[in-house]
């Protein structure tokens, strides 16, 4: 109940981001794109090996962990299978998936005993390989519980997140962590406030799936790419007059002294057309085919147009091909995980897309050389209630389940957090439906991807302020 | 009326309802000249409300055209205040010339008229009769030969009977006689005794004059043409009234269609068979062809208001059928201006909402399954289409207790809206059941019908600490829970603040929204939730209304979809609504497809390098849209031939998109007064002098010896001023 509308703290230092903009805008002068060489060289920060980056991919909608990662004891699977109402076809309206190492069962997780969504056989294969690490029952907190019984039996509004349960509150808190009063600045965004940027320099934090508030900081502000291909503006020519068209167009991005939204515009058109000539070399259909074979269903997949997007980027600034700070955070999204109904049908393809393209992505990665540079992680606005809905589908809840995967030079692969247990109304469950109070907040998460990042312990403690309030600050699934 | 469910006939009825739609221009039947006697021969020409029929005139000169085809919609018009009569298509020496303006010369005759005054031998019927800023309808007075002052003939010298109380006179601009002829210009002596019988008058008309005008249709309209603007500054306040009782153009029925998307398209001959049938292409392309040219702009507004807060999408729909988001919009666009408390009846038992939020065979909970009732709408119901999830002074802030924002309901609530919203289910395909035994399949004409034993009966929590009786039906128990919701006092702010930022300013003062907020509250007669009177209050507040903005935090972002109308409208666009849907779902705004029940932008998103100021449009702006915008506009003003977009020839009935920007290539002799008609038409002369200076500069960079000079300053000057971000806002 911190929430208030989100009103915009004051943004500080907005003038000499703008300068710097400007600066940006004024490159590439030229009509024609320019070509590498006429770009003035620039010392990158990112020397070979000292470049990293994390990528996120959200999960919009609340994605059904349930389903995502399954017991396969005898025990867990039988909780699991009772509460959610037995076996389940799209037609009988209940939820539960079948054994593992029955036909279209969970895929077992080797040196566990849970598996994963049975359209996952590609996370199921990198696990074999040492490259993923899930993280049990995370989410949205401002301080710890010990119990669903203490969280239940709290008064103290400041203790809770605002508006549990709500798809808006709780994309913005996985974004944002759960602080009073407005927040407008991201936890990624805050990291990005305290990465130094080399002159010109794209920012650390890129998306690929239009703006979003993780990314923003007090002074930064993402760069947004398309999801596949490039960003260029038509209509220019060498000729004189063209490029005093052109020159006007630049100083009309300057007008508005008598209005803030006609400024901010003009700000950030001056800023794209500066980051269209600086990625024009980069961001290309060519740059994009020499890595979409990777991913198998490119064709067919945002999420996996997206990751080629980012494994381009990546490329390019981690070789220094473009200047680039030395950390970087990227975001990519999948949607329509809001199954309440036919949970069945819609969530396999969406888990089957997300399995497929994050292979794909770290199969990219691979190709260009920097597996060993980016760690890959999921979010999503909360989990959902292991009961089923009428409808066959579910509703909202908490605490959720979440992968990270990387290379093992970084990763250390296992199971991270606390499993819930799967009883209604139980120990773990907050309501009766089966809605998981977290044992791990996103600030833990944070910070743990944070410091492998790069980022000081000052900069982390800005980032996540209620950090303080949880007994560890590193989960331990990264070196 | 009657659905077809062959494929077959599905195809033909579709290609028949797409085809007169987009060839209507070349249905009517085109205006005869007749050189040696100067003579136009008009099959039917509309004089304010008067239609005549077999008009022959002479005329003055030609204003402007013929253009290429094809002819604008509808028929030939006269406006009396221009003296300017409009031609959509006449036939000279075997050829047809196409969207002539003339001026008139004298009138010959008028065959007959219908909608105007008449005569019936003893007393004068007259739809309209102004006086002074009122207007009065059906009319009647007595009348005698001995009542006319003078029947001056000639063309009508205005659009309705305008009575002055000072000389006691009212000039009737068109009367039909008891004889049948038709007589014009006939003045009356008329006084309060002679009045039998009148309605009205209409609300008092606050004149918008000059400037404001066009900041009315920036706000009101999907873009000020300069036909709406003189609309506009002639009608004052009394447009907006217009435009309350002016009817949908509304969406083209649809063919209902039971068979999956696999099964029916399996078998289609049609090659874009899932596109025509099961996405929201051709709604779409319908929404935009009607916000180019439709009549009803301001219900236009509110109808796509309206489909980003109660939110239905095609895109989360395992193939819904098209008709289904088809019905959806035209109930927007039927309840724009309806009761709140229709709205929220007509939403809530839509069968397409029902199948988006799942309230469709929601059932009540089942302890043998495990199964409880479905939250979907329920949630959404609260948080987004009416009450919010935190309590509102009447001013749009947040109620506050000890600093802390105080829900507006908790999830008990929420489960108790869950079991309300159960036992409902699709209508049948008869439509005439009032009640079900058991669920029918999807069907998405009508309303939702009851199924009792579906439906929970229990106690149920609602909101304001309100519980419903047990043993209600799924009828009474809807109703005590809508009651419920539409008596909170949070949605007279809630809507009322949403709806300000839609048409006027992203950042409405607490004043402003406090002023909506009382006439949601209460229009004036003691009715809560006129929708009507909400809409005119907020565009006629102070805060909206003025010639000139000077607070720099006032205004908004236009969303692509308007952003994109309004070009097309300033360019004098003809299009089939393609090429417009295609660009804006680039922009960021694919309509009806939203991604998410939270529609295409959050409604705070901060606004870059303020305190306290919000810019939800400005969400969408990124790199790759600024540029892709770029991109719209250079395809907008440079197209050859002003061929925007070509026919696409798997579409029936394709025009394409053309433009043109020929009412302004007559000023490039003088690039400063091109400018500043552009800088008047397009940003009603809010350019500063460093802007109109530097579009000058590039203007006059073009070079004497180019050999489409005219045109291509013009386009020069249209690109910059359409590409600047002073267009993107509207203040």
Redesign the interface.
């Known amino acids: 109940?911190?929430?208030?509308?989100?009103?915009?703290?004051?943004?500080c230092s907005?003038q000499s981001r703008?300068q710097a903009l400007a600066q940006l805008g004024g490159l590439g002068a030229m009509a024609m794109l320019p070509s590498l060489s006429l770009l003035p060289p620039v010392a990158s920060a990112a020397a070979a090996g000292s470049y990293r980056a994390l990528v996120c991919v959200f999960l919009?909608?609340g994605n059904d962990g349930n389903n995502m990662i399954v017991p396969t004891d005898s025990a867990g699977y039988a909780a699991y299978l009772?509460?959610?109402?037995?076996l389940g076809t799209p037609a009988?309206?209940?939820l539960g998936l079948p054994a593992a190492g029955t036909a279209g069962g969970v895929l077992p997780l080797t040196g566990t005993s849970f598996g994963l969504h049975p359209g996952m056989p590609e996370l199921q294969s990198l696990w074999g390989s040492g490259n993923m690490a899930l993280l049990f029952n995370v989410g949205c907190l401002v301080r710890p519980f010990s119990s669903a019984a203490a969280f239940l039996a709290n008064t103290n509004?400041?203790n809770v997140p605002?508006?549990?349960?709500?798809?808006?509150?709780q994309q913005q808190q996985m974004q944002t962590t759960s602080l009073p009063g407005v927040t407008?600045t991201g936890w990624a965004g805050r990291l990005a406030d305290a990465v130094s940027m080399p002159s010109g320099s794209v920012p650390p934090g890129v998306?690929a799936d239009?703006?979003v508030l993780l990314l923003a900081g007090s002074a930064s502000?993402p760069?947004?790419?398309?999801t596949t291909g490039p960003?260029?503006?038509?209509?220019f020519s060498g000729s004189?007059?063209s490029q005093?068209?052109l020159?006007?167009?630049r100083?009309?991005?300057g007008?508005?002294?008598?209005?803030?939204?006609?400024?901010?515009?003009?700000?950030?058109?001056s800023?794209?057309?500066g980051?269209?000539n600086l990625l024009a070399p980069v961001l290309s259909t060519a740059a994009a085919a020499a890595l979409q074979g990777n991913f198998p269903n490119y064709a067919n997949s945002t999420l996996s147009q997206q990751l080629t997007q980012v494994a381009v980027l990546i490329q390019a600034a981690a070789s220094g091909a473009i200047p680039a700070p030395s950390q970087q955070i990227f975001f990519v999204a999948l949607?329509?995980f809001?199954t309440?109904?036919?949970q069945l049908?819609?969530q396999a393809p969406l888990l089957a897309d997300l399995s497929s393209s994050i292979n794909g992505f770290y199969n990219a990665l691979t190709q260009v050389g920097y597996a060993d540079n980016v760690v890959t992680f999921t979010l999503s606005d909360f989990a959902r209630?292991l009961?089923?809905?009428?409808?066959g589908?579910s509703?909202?809840a908490w605490g959720n389940h979440h992968l990270i995967v990387g290379s093992p030079a970084n990763l250390k692969a296992g199971t991270y957090g606390s499993f819930p247990d799967l009883t209604l109304g139980g120990p773990s469950d907050v309501?009766g439906?089966g809605r998981w109070l977290p044992t791990t907040s996103i600030d833990q998460y944070g910070a743990t991807l944070a410091a492998w990042l790069g980022a000081s312990s000052p900069a982390i403690g800005t980032a996540f302020p209620n950090l303080v309030n949880f007994p560890t600050s590193s989960l331990g699934f990264l070196t | 009326m009657k659905f077809i469910s062959t494929q077959r006939a599905a195809r033909a009825a579709l290609a028949a309802l797409l085809l007169p739609l987009l060839l209507s221009a070349a249905a009517h039947a085109t205006d005869t000249y007749n050189p040696p006697a100067a003579q136009l021969v008009v099959p039917t020409l509309q004089i304010g409300a008067a239609t005549c029929s077999n008009v022959v005139l002479t005329v003055g000169g030609i204003v402007s055209g013929p253009t290429a085809p094809p002819a604008i919609a509808g028929v030939d018009s006269y406006d009396p205040a221009t003296l300017q009569l409009t031609v959509p298509g006449v036939s000279l020496a075997g050829s047809v010339y196409n969207n002539v303006v003339a001026t008139v010369r004298a009138l010959v005759s008028i065959g007959s008229v219908s909608g105007a005054d008449s005569y019936d031998g003893a007393n004068l019927h007259a739809p309209y009769v102004q006086v002074a800023n009122s207007v009065y309808t059906n009319v009647v007075l007595q009348a005698s030969v001995g009542s006319i002052v003078r029947v001056a003939g000639g063309m009508p010298l205005a659009a309705r009977d305008q009575y002055n109380p000072a000389t006691g006179q009212l000039l009737v601009p068109v009367v039909a006689a008891p004889d049948g002829r038709v007589y014009t210009n006939v003045t009356l002596a008329v006084t309060a005794a002679d009045l039998v019988s009148a309605a009205g008058p209409a609300p008092a008309v606050t004149p918008i004059p000059g400037v404001d005008a066009q900041r009315l249709a920036e706000q009101a309209s999907f873009g000020p043409t300069p036909a709406l603007v003189t609309q506009i500054q002639s009608q004052g306040s009394g447009w907006i009234d217009a435009q309350l009782a002016t009817p949908p153009t509304g969406y083209a029925q649809m063919t209902a269609i039971v068979d999956s998307s696999a099964s029916y398209c399996a078998t289609s001959p049609d090659a874009k068979c899932f596109r025509d049938y099961f996405s929201a292409f051709p709604v779409q392309l319908q929404f935009f062809r009607n916000a180019v040219g439709g009549p009803d702009q301001l219900r236009q507004r509110v109808a796509l208001a309206y489909s980003q807060i109660f939110v239905v999408s095609q895109i989360q729909a395992n193939a819904r059928p098209a008709y289904a988001m088809r019905n959806y919009q035209q109930l927007l666009l039927d309840d724009a201006f309806a009761n709140f408390r229709q709205i929220l009846n007509d939403v809530t038992l839509s069968p397409a909402m029902g199948s988006y939020l799942n309230m469709a065979n929601n059932s009540k909970a089942n302890p043998a399954k495990g199964i409880s009732p479905n939250e979907n709408y329920a949630r959404e119901v609260l948080q987004l289409f009416s009450v919010g999830p935190n309590l509102l002074n009447a001013d749009g802030s947040p109620v506050l207790s000890q600093g802390l924002t105080v829900p507006t309901y908790s999830q008990d609530t929420i489960e108790g809206f869950a079991s309300i919203f159960t036992g409902w289910t699709y209508p049948s395909a008869t439509g005439s059941a009032t009640s079900a035994t058991s669920y029918n399949p999807a069907w998405y004409t009508g309303q939702m019908i009851p199924v009792e034993s579906e439906h929970d009966t229990t106690q149920k929590q609602l909101l304001s600490g309100v519980t419903t009786p047990p043993g209600q039906s799924a009828a009474a128990d809807l109703n005590l829970a809508l009651d419920n919701i539409f008596s909170h006092p949070n949605v007279g702010p809630f809507i009322g603040r949403q709806l300000i930022r839609f048409l006027v300013t992203s950042n409405p003062s607490a004043a402003y929204v406090s002023r909506i907020t009382a006439v949601f509250n209460n229009d004036g007669t003691g009715v809560r939730g006129n929708m009507a009177a909400v809409i005119k209050a907020i565009l006629m507040d102070p805060e909206a209304r003025g010639a000139t903005v000077t607070g720099t935090d006032y205004g908004k972002v236009r969303e692509p979809v308007v952003d994109v109308t309004a070009m097309l409208r300033a360019l004098n666009a003809l299009t089939d609504g393609e090429y417009p849907n295609y660009v804006t779902a680039n922009l960021g705004e694919p309509l009806f497809n939203a991604e998410t029940v939270f529609s295409f932008y959050p409604p705070n998103y901060p606004l870059d390098g303020s305190t306290t100021l919000v810019a939800p449009q400005f969400s969408l702006v990124t790199t790759a849209t600024a540029i892709a915008r770029l991109n719209v506009v250079n395809t907008l003003v440079y197209a050859a031939n002003g061929i925007v977009a070509n026919p696409d020839p798997t579409l029936p009935g394709a025009i394409g998109t053309t433009v043109s920007s020929a009412p302004w290539t007559p000023l490039a002799a003088s690039p400063a007064t091109l400018v500043a008609q552009l800088n008047s038409d397009l940003l009603h002369s809010t350019m500063a002098t460093a802007e109109t200076g530097a579009i000058l500069t590039a203007v006059q960079a073009l070079p004497p010896t180019d050999a489409n000079l005219a045109q291509d300053r013009t386009r020069a000057a249209l690109y910059l001023v359409l590409a600047s971000p002073r267009y993107l806002i509207t203040r």
Do not use: W
Request: without cysteine.
């Open positions: 109940m911190k929430k208030t509308d989100l009103h915009l703290a004051h943004r907005l703008r919009f909608g009772s509460a959610r109402g037995g009988n309206g209940v509004a400041a605002t508006n549990l349960y709500s798809h808006a509150d407008t998306s239009g703006n502000i760069l947004v790419v398309p960003i260029a503006y038509n209509g004189t007059s005093a068209r020159s006007a167009l100083s009309l991005f007008a508005g002294a008598d209005s803030l939204f006609v400024s901010s515009l003009g700000a950030a058109q800023s794209a057309m980051y269209a949607n329509e809001d309440h109904n036919d049908n819609r209630t009961k089923p809905a009428s409808g589908g509703d909202h309501s439906e």
